[in-house]
């Protein structure tokens, strides 16, 4: 007989006390409002049940909210110091050259002057090269369309948080 038992980390969340759940979800979006959305949706039966809460909860934040969330990310090549999360996620520029750090943080000065907020990309699994060619294509963008793409790797990037969360033991 096979087992579909629910996750250990999902297991987990379903049963937390309302403010210990809402900070192990702040830990993966820094917005109060997706938070709590996924907070109202509890207990969830399966992780694509949550996976798909949080993705409903992202595509209804408002602008306020995005840049809520987006304050939570500290800048490519500059991961939060003691943050496992943001030096995991940011491990393609672990390894980068003076040159290439060099251009990221003139990119990405150009980038958060050109649109308020830092270049906000789903780095896992990308190069420095690749984040790079990414900012460079996005600072031409207008503010709407960068919104929306900024929308998508914010959902790319909770969804990975998520399994995280969903998957621990």
Request: proline fraction near 5%; charged fraction near 30%; hydrophobic fraction near 40%.
């Amino acid at each position: 007989m096979t087992s579909t038992s629910t996750p250990t980390g999902l297991a987990r969340l379903n049963v937390l006390e309302e403010p210990a759940a809402f900070a192990v979800l702040h830990e993966a979006c820094a917005c109060t409002a997706w938070v709590r959305r996924l907070l109202a949706a509890r207990p969830y039966a399966t992780a694509d049940d949550l996976y798909e809460a949080g993705d409903a909860a992202m595509a209804e934040l408002t602008r306020e909210d995005l840049a809520e969330a987006m304050a939570g990310h500290p800048p490519i090549g500059r991961p939060k110091p003691g943050d496992p999360a943001s030096a995991r996620e940011q491990r393609g520029m672990a390894g980068a050259s003076e040159e290439l750090k060099a251009q990221m943080l003139e990119l990405n000065l150009a980038y958060q002057d050109r649109f308020g907020h830092v270049f906000l990309i789903c780095a896992t699994g990308r190069t420095g090269e690749q984040m790079r060619d990414a900012l460079k294509e996005r600072i031409g963008n207008s503010p709407e369309r960068e919104r929306e793409i900024v929308r998508t790797e914010l959902g790319k990037i909770n969804r990975i948080r998520l399994a995280r969360i969903a998957e621990e033991d």
